[in-house]
């Protein structure tokens, strides 16, 4: 494995990797608690009802389908990466079956966050660049289908991941017992299950195709190509407020000033279009810099099948962290750089510790009253 793996992959992998697996576990749990606290709270923030536009929809979409990752990935990264308690045989039936469904499911709601994020940028696109047609194409029953769509295509998009592994079984002996080493203290002679890539090669290489082509390097082309779109237009409208500047700093003439005026409105306007733009390409921006690396790696997997074994998997924990850490940042993204999601939240925030410092004096009070009035 060692020597497969210098010569498929970059000097050093297989050091890295048993070193990083040792800290993966609590790294991964970290931020899976925090994401999910972030994204419930993202969630809740985004749907109410002063936050209603086909933008925050399709966050809050996102957000969902982010919070549904992150708890699922906290009992696996426990039952894989995390020793709680005595030792348990990790090779079980039902827990390599949940194995086989988590590779499915994380991957699936995961595959949803992209594609979400394209409608995302296609949406914000359109808003820029058509504004007069954008109540009757980014409409809100056109952004639940879009939503909706995601949620019931993705699943079926990534349904070829279920052909790719087999769950097999084997003896354990004194001769294969060291691979499973964690499980030392439990009888030798038992039967193991473990989650094995397909032997049919071609198959498992078209399916590397479709990984690393539809559910990657299509969205991130997508976004990367939105992206320059949305920047190129936040630049033009930049140049036509700095021009809208210098005419204000002339000194015009009354016929100009009303001109001015109004264009200094819709210049306003602008700004905070601008604002939201700019927190949009950041959340795009980080779901480019951790997709980009996952397809471009496996589109290696499926041009040179064994680099998959020999490398990939070498990363795959890395990546994960990466993904979910992409995931649980929005939170901070919308508080520095949207006035509106701050000001909810807060508002929220204060209702919350408003209701619980009144809720002892309400006691309190009724207390009071039942002693003054007696038992009825």
């Not at 359109?126 to 109540?135: D, E, F, Q, S, T």
Request: include cysteine; proline fraction near 4%; charged fraction near 15%.
């Amino acid at each position: 494995m060692a020597n497969e793996t210098d010569l498929y992959c970059v000097p050093g992998a297989t050091s890295f990797n048993k070193v990083y697996s040792r800290l993966h576990g609590y790294i991964a749990i970290v931020i899976c608690i925090v994401g999910s606290a972030t994204n419930s709270i993202n969630i809740t923030v985004l749907s109410r009802r002063e936050m209603s536009s086909p933008t925050n929809s399709i966050l809050t979409g996102l957000a969902v389908a982010d919070l549904l990752v992150m708890l699922e990935y906290i009992p696996y990264v426990l039952h894989m990466n995390i020793k709680i308690g005595p030792q348990v045989n990790k090779n079980t039936y039902a827990w390599t079956v949940f194995v086989y469904f988590h590779s499915i499911f994380s991957q699936t709601f995961h595959t949803i966050s992209i594609w979400l994020a394209v409608t995302l940028a296609v949406w914000r696109y359109i808003a820029i660049a058509y504004p007069h047609r954008n109540r009757s194409w980014c409409s809100k029953r056109n952004t639940s289908i879009a939503i909706v769509s995601a949620y019931v295509i993705c699943p079926f998009l990534c349904l070829p991941i279920y052909f790719a592994m087999n769950i097999v079984s084997s003896e354990v002996t004194a001769k294969n017992n060291s691979q499973f080493a964690e499980d030392l203290s439990l009888p030798q002679n038992r039967t193991v299950y473990v989650l094995e890539m397909s032997k049919n090669k071609e198959l498992v290489t078209a399916i590397m195709w479709i990984y690393s082509v539809i559910l990657k390097l299509v969205p991130c082309i997508a976004l990367s190509i939105l992206s320059s779109c949305l920047i190129s237009k936040l630049t033009t409208t930049d140049r036509r407020r700095q021009k809208l500047l210098k005419r204000s700093s002339v000194g015009p003439n009354e016929a100009e000033k009303q001109c001015l005026a109004e264009e200094s409105s819709a210049g306003r306007r602008s700004s905070r279009t601008d604002r939201t733009t700019r927190m949009l390409l950041a959340v795009l921006g980080l779901f480019l810099s951790t997709e980009v690396p996952q397809g471009l790696l496996g589109l290696v997997s499926a041009l040179a099948p064994d680099f998959f074994k020999s490398c990939y998997s070498m990363f795959g924990d890395l990546m994960d962290v990466l993904a979910l850490f992409t995931s649980s940042v929005n939170f901070v993204l919308y508080c520095s750089m949207s006035r509106q999601f701050r000001c909810t939240f807060a508002r929220l925030v204060r209702r919350i510790f408003s209701t619980a410092e009144d809720s002892p004096k309400l006691a309190v009070k009724q207390e009071a009253t039942t002693q003054v009035t007696g038992p009825l």
